[in-house]
């Protein structure tokens, strides 16, 4: 196993062995709705890992592929990858919800059926916007945009609006809200450039929120954060089984798709748990991105098209440039020269810490 699954499976595994723990000596009657949805995100895991290389191929064919930029001068270098496979995890992770849903609520009697559907509607049309932004590639006002929109169908079935009770602080609260994915979305997708990197952290941001939930279900009784759990149990094991394919040496790239579908889904966890400022603590790493990169992002200094690090012809290994203001190649040149898989371990690594920083913060020191 490699070291960037041995760091994730090791992410994933320690959350859901706690939350195991946590339900059988707090929330006993969660516990068999926790294991039902977590059966379902293994097999949503297999049909991910299943579906891939077919879908692989299909995409290819289409000429929905590029050159991995970090390899040029390699035989590597020269391939065409497949790029959009975030559209098949997405896809995957819509239907074993749909699962998820209906046995939650006509079996369990979990009443939260329609902030469900919608959060899975938002989810669903954002990852297909994000598929065609990888294949039609859309203008950044429009990236803007349609995430809003995609949003709209999940806010409205908030409570309040249902009621039709909405006050002046509720309106704009729901415009704040509408914010979260275009934050979540270009964060996760300007912080990326080598393989591996926007899936890995999806997944340990995942993995953050998932303690969350468990601490709060078995401390608050929440059904909200019930839901919520659930939702991202399936979402980090559909991702793990993409990670397998993206991570170095990448046969795929999961493209602007994963990161729409990544993004929602984390806005989307974020309002039913009612805890968005505490997902913005989990996205530490990608708000340092956001304010390395603020001065070419709005023009101060110019900017290319791809912020890539250069490579050393004879080690391959990839060094930080001054000209590119981000997080990895400012992380590049404070270390030094690091091969891909290793740089991404790393930053992995950070995500993890940053991640149990954030805990920490929300429940040690708040």
């Given at each position: ?19 195991v ?21 293994i ?15 299909v995409?290819?064919?289409?000429g929905i ?7 040029q ?10 790029e ?40 669903c ?27 709209i ?35 996760i ?32 009784n929440?059904?909200?954060h019930?839901?919520?759990?659930m939702?991202?149990v ?47 603590i989990?996205?530490i790493p ?28 004879d ?35 950070f995500q ?6 954030g805990?920490g ?6």
């Open positions: 196993m490699s070291t960037i699954m041995l760091i994730m499976s090791t992410a994933i595994s320690l959350p859901l062995l706690f939350g723990y946590s339900f059988t000596t707090t929330r006993v009657e969660c516990l068999p709705l926790f294991l039902y949805a977590l059966v379902i995100a097999i949503a895991y297999f049909a991910t890992d299943k579906s891939i290389p077919t879908v692989k191929e995409v290819k064919k289409a592929s590029a050159s991995d930029l970090n390899k001068g390699t035989s590597a270098g020269e391939k065409e990858i497949p959009g496979m975030g559209i098949t995890p997405a896809i995957i992770f819509v239907f074993a919800n749909i699962v998820i849903m209906i046995v939650s609520e006509y079996v369990f009697n979990v009443n939260l059926f329609i902030q469900h559907l919608s959060g899975i509607l938002s989810i049309v954002c990852a297909l916007l994000g598929f065609s932004d990888d294949v039609i590639n859309l203008r950044w006002i429009t990236k803007i945009i349609l995430p809003v929109i995609a949003m169908p999940f806010l409205l079935s908030s409570h309040t609006f249902a009621n039709g009770a909405v006050t002046y602080i509720d309106m704009v609260y729901f415009i704040q809200q509408s914010l979260v994915p275009i934050f979540c979305i270009n964060s997708e300007i912080y990326s450039g080598i393989n591996g990197l926007e899936v890995g952290q999806s997944i340990i941001i995942g993995c953050g929120i998932i303690l969350h939930n468990i601490i709060e279900v078995a401390t608050h929440s059904d909200s019930l839901l919520s759990l939702i991202a399936s979402f980090i094991l559909c991702s793990l089984a993409l990670l397998k394919y993206n991570k170095f040496p990448s046969m795929i790239f999961a493209g602007n798709a994963y990161c729409y579908f990544a993004g929602m889904t984390f806005a989307v966890l974020g309002f039913l748990g009612n805890f968005s400022k505490t997902l913005f989990f996205f990608q708000i340092l991105n956001v304010i390395l990169s603020l001065p070419q992002l709005v023009g101060l200094i110019p900017i290319a098209r791809h912020r890539l690090p250069a490579i050393d012809n080690s391959k290994k990839l060094i930080g440039q001054s000209q590119h203001w981000n997080l990895l190649n400012a992380f590049l040149r404070i270390v030094g020269p690091q091969n891909e898989e290793t740089a991404c371990n790393y930053l992995m690594m993890v810490v940053c991640c149990g920083v805990l913060a929300r429940y040690i020191w708040a």
